[in-house]
């Protein structure tokens, strides 16, 4: 059974920092391309960060270049978005998700599996 479970989230006051992680179950991971998007109340699912199957190429939002770090542990079958310097407007549910080589990376519609989300919450 394919699995994706994040976790990390929580409630952060604006400036501080959050790691979140995407543990993947029931496929290989290195095979497949993992992005990272949200999803604020009332807006469209958004593209955040993206990771090649390797590891080896990144491509970030421009709202988040700078603050957002993504990395992979193909070992681990787990990805990481280190999140820094955090703002309200990044307040929202994130999800990682798996796509095959040669896919849209940037379309969250392109994606075959997605985790459940996990809340980050940016306020004073």
């Known amino acids: 059974q394919v699995q994706l479970v994040e976790s990390g989230g929580g409630l952060v006051q604006p400036g501080g920092s959050l790691t979140l992680s995407c543990a993947a179950s029931?496929?290989?991971?290195?095979?497949?391309?993992i992005g990272w998007f949200r999803q604020a109340p009332g807006k469209e699912r958004e593209f955040v960060a993206v990771?090649?199957?390797?590891?080896?190429?990144?491509d970030y939002a421009d709202s988040v270049k700078g603050r957002f770090t993504i990395s992979r542990d193909n070992a681990k079958n787990t990805v990481y978005l280190q999140m820094i310097s955090l703002k309200p407007e990044d307040t929202a549910v994130y999800y990682c998700?798996?796509?095959?080589?040669?896919?849209?990376?940037?379309?969250?519609?392109?994606?075959?599996?997605w985790g459940q989300g996990t809340q980050v919450t940016v306020s004073s």
């Open positions: 998700a798996a796509a095959p080589h040669g896919r849209n990376w940037y379309d969250y519609s392109d994606y075959d599996y």
């Open positions: 029931g496929f290989i991971t290195e095979y497949y391309v």
């Open positions: 990771i090649s199957a390797s590891g080896g190429n990144t």
